[in-house]
């Protein structure tokens, strides 16, 4: 948090209490919103807790819908927080009980929303703190590498780890990110 001034968090904590509302699902490219706001992306394996952290961060327990059932989303979903930015909600990859065709789809969707949209301006992969990277999440963190935007690890679940285990997970993800030149050189947990 060193990189923001006192203004700036104050600022930020405002918006992120204010109305944040569902304002729209993408199947495909072509349904994607216009490119209005800066939109903020929550990535990440299947059932790691993307949709449980955007109801976190606006105070929400059903603004983004959870389920213990891996798969739950199924397009990328805009949330629209205050007039300000999209928070976007995306469909998980890895492990899901759907067919090898729709999870094809859905790897493509992601894929090339991260690769193609302008006003993307980061992205948040979830790793679960429990197991740390996995071969899916490198391949992710190379496409963002390539395309260049901005990415930052977060370590979810972290409640139901030790501490010294997101301590290993966090060096061991760390010196990951080393390698990587889109990624921002802190975990958070």
């Known amino acids: 948090m060193d990189d923001f001034t006192p203004e700036e968090l104050e600022a930020a904590r405002i918006i992120f209490a204010g109305n944040c509302d569902f304002m729209w699902g993408s199947a495909d490219l072509q349904q994607l919103p216009p490119p209005d706001f800066t939109e903020i992306a929550f990535a990440g394996r299947s059932n790691v807790g993307k949709s449980s952290l955007v109801n976190a961060l606006t105070g929400r327990n059903t603004l ?80 963002l590498d390539k395309a260049a935007v901005g990415y930052r690890i977060i370590l979810a679940k972290a409640d139901k780890s030790s501490k010294k285990q997101i301590e290993e997970v966090s060096k061991s993800v760390m010196d990951v990110l080393k390698k990587h030149p889109a990624a921002y050189p802190f975990v958070f947990a």
Request: hydrophobic share 35%; glycine share 8%; charged share 25%.
């Open 64 to 143: 983004a819908k959870t389920s213990n059932t891996p798969g739950r989303t199924q397009q990328l979903n805009f949330f629209n927080l205050g007039g300000y930015v999209y928070l976007v909600d995306m469909p998980g990859y890895g492990y899901a009980t759907v067919s090898k065709e729709q999870r094809k789809d859905w790897d493509k969707l992601i894929f090339e929303y991260l690769r193609g949209r302008p006003n993307l301006k980061s992205v948040l992969i979830l790793i679960d703190s429990r197991h740390g990277l996995k071969e899916s999440d490198i391949h992710l963190m190379d496409l």
